[in-house]
């Protein structure tokens, strides 16, 4: 039993890297079996070999693409902490504040990328904006939700017991948020690089959005597809990070869940 439980585990462990590494196969088969043309689908021995190549603009502009997408994710995370709060401190706020949010969440933001550009002009500030109005919504929705779904028998006990609203969010409605913030922060770090590629494919001069738009332009398709590759990259790195600091914050309620449905 022991045996079947360490290779099972083990077999867990190494899925993500062996459904990655079958899918480069797949693809490297593909490419070779039907000759695909380079420009329309260069194999991943020629993105690798691409990558090798151009090693120092692409990690030149992955550094950039990192920065301004971690300074927009920033300002999201604390703007959208504090706009949760507030909306689900009240469900007045709530109703009247969440409409607006979804409309302004529902405008493509590549049709604000060339507003910013006109205000702050070519460069890195419209991507960190464009990545900060791309990832705070989830941030704010999930606060707001682990405020306003607070049980009203719970409200109910402590104010009986003589707490304030105040008291209430703040030991005991703010805690309770956990889950759903770090839960919110691994969608929303991904929505941050989608926001920064986009402004820096549309008006900028460095950046992996910069590099693949000129690179298309030199039909560098194998350099187009590294350049993915490296944006992937970072974008799983982050992800990692923020889901080992979901669980290293929230363990407790993970265990509380887990003990109940047991």
């Known amino acids: 039993m022991n045996k079947s439980a ?4 083990m077999l867990e462990r190494l899925s993500p890297l062996l459904f990655t590494a079958g899918m480069f196969l797949l693809w490297e088969a593909v490419c070779r079996l039907f000759k695909v043309d380079p420009f329309i689908l260069p194999a991943p021995s020629e993105v690798f070999a691409a990558m090798v190549q151009y090693w120092r603009p692409v990690l030149r502009h992955s550094y950039v693409t990192l920065w301004t997408t971690m300074a927009g994710f920033a300002i999201a995370v604390a703007f959208g902490i504090v706009l949760g709060l507030i909306v689900g401190w009240s469900r007045v ?10 409309g302004f969440n529902s405008v493509p933001k590549v049709a604000v990328v060339p507003v910013l550009v006109i205000w702050f002009g070519i460069g890195e500030v419209p991507a960190i904006l464009t990545a900060f109005l791309i990832s705070f919504f989830p941030i704010v929705v999930n606060v707001a939700t682990g405020l306003a779904t607070m049980e009203p028998e719970l409200e109910d006990v402590l104010r009986a017991l003589g707490a304030r609203k105040m008291d209430i969010m703040l030991k005991v409605g ?3 948020t956990q889950p759903y913030l770090f839960a919110s922060l691994k969608v929303a770090i991904t929505l941050a690089f989608v926001g920064a590629v986009v402004s820096e494919t549309i008006a900028a001069n460095a950046g992996l959005g910069f590099l693949m ?4 332009s030199n039909f560098q398709m194998p350099l ?5 590759m490296a944006l992937a990259i970072e974008g799983i790195a982050m992800y990692a990070l923020f889901a080992l600091i979901e669980k290293r914050m929230t363990r ?7 003990s109940a449905a047991g």
Request: net charge positive; charged share 20%.
């Open 252 to 258: 407790w309620a993970f265990r509380s869940s887990m």
């Open 213 to 216: 738009t000129q690179a298309g």
């Open 224 to 228: 187009v597809f590294a350049g993915l």
């Open 174 to 176: 703010i805690p309770r």
């Open 93 to 102: 706020i709530y109703r009247g504040l969440y409409p607006v949010m979804v």
């Open 6 to 9: 360490d290779r099972s585990e």
